[in-house]
């Protein structure tokens, strides 16, 4: 288990000290990084595989179009192998057809909903239930976890031993199928805006996350239980919209905070 009071203290003290954004240059081969951007509204994350493929997760709300182009911009992207939403909603996919239309994307990965019928024609479009391990890289996979009726997607980010849950069921229901596939998570992105029960305090135990991270929505309301659940087990919380993008680097066996 990683030391979490000690990185705690480290990143305390380095938030205190830093007032900007770290000056940010890509991954080697050997590490992947990714980035969950600050937006005002909804979800967005980049990964850039230690091959340099860049991994779009969500695209934030239609309110957050410029901001999200302007993170792409600023770390310098210009196509985009895949693109991947987990959820139906505005805050996930909200700028999906912009994004599509400005980039090159090789493959666009959706919840097999009515929301996306007319896309399904697209031949870059592939629905998540037909793709329940997708294979990256040598070393990085996604691994579907489940999908709920309203197109809902949970899956895992799986880079050697290290792991991160994007979760996006906000009951405890799927947690079952997690610790099936494994008994650790380092790096939790908590579903519903961290309006939910999930993950619960036995989940928690179990898979002994370190740190965890929380977009913002205008709709949602934080489930301040769920908050101090995290923070009693020395879980780190970050709320992209007060802390800015959260920048991870990580190896196969360990990853580092770059912001």
């Known amino acids: 288990m990683k030391n979490k009071c000690l990185y705690r ?7 205190a000290l830093t007032q900007t954004s770290p000056v940010f240059t890509y991954t080697d ?3 992947i990084d990714v980035i969950f951007f600050n937006l005002s509204e909804g979800e967005a994350t980049l990964v850039v595989t230690e091959n340099q493929k860049r991994i779009l997760i969500n695209t934030g709300s239609t309110n957050s179009k410029d901001e999200l182009i302007n993170h792409l911009k600023k770390l310098n992207v210009t196509s985009i192998d895949y693109l991947l939403i987990t959820n139906t909603n505005d805050e996930y996919d909200g700028n999906m057809d912009q994004i599509a239309q400005k980039y090159d994307i090789s493959e666009i990965i959706v919840p ?4 996306y019928t007319e896309e399904k024609n697209d031949k870059r479009f592939f629905v998540w239930k037909d793709l329940t391990d997708i294979t990256l890289t040598n070393k990085l996979s996604l691994k579907l976890i489940d999908e709920t009726e309203e197109g809902e997607v949970t899956f895992l980010l799986l880079f050697g ?6 979760s996006n069921d906000e009951t ?4 079952e199928r997690i610790t099936k ?3 650790h998570v380092d790096v939790i992105k908590i579903a519903a805006f961290g309006s939910g029960d999930s993950p619960s305090q036995s989940f928690l135990e179990l898979t002994d996350p370190y740190l965890s991270v929380i977009f913002h929505s205008n709709e949602y309301e934080i489930n301040e239980d769920l908050v101090e659940r995290l923070a009693a087990s020395w879980i780190d919380v970050y709320f992209v919209r ?3 993008s959260v920048y991870l680097r990580m190896t196969t066996n360990d990853f580092e905070l770059l912001s």
């Open 9 to 15: 203290i480290v990143f305390v003290t380095f938030l």
């Open 29 to 31: 081969n050997k590490s």
């Open 112 to 115: 097999n909903h009515e929301d």
């Open 161 to 166: 031993n290290e792991s991160i849950l994007f």
């Open 172 to 175: 405890s229901d799927v947690e």
């Open 181 to 183: 596939i494994t008994n």
């Open 242 to 244: 007060q802390t800015g």
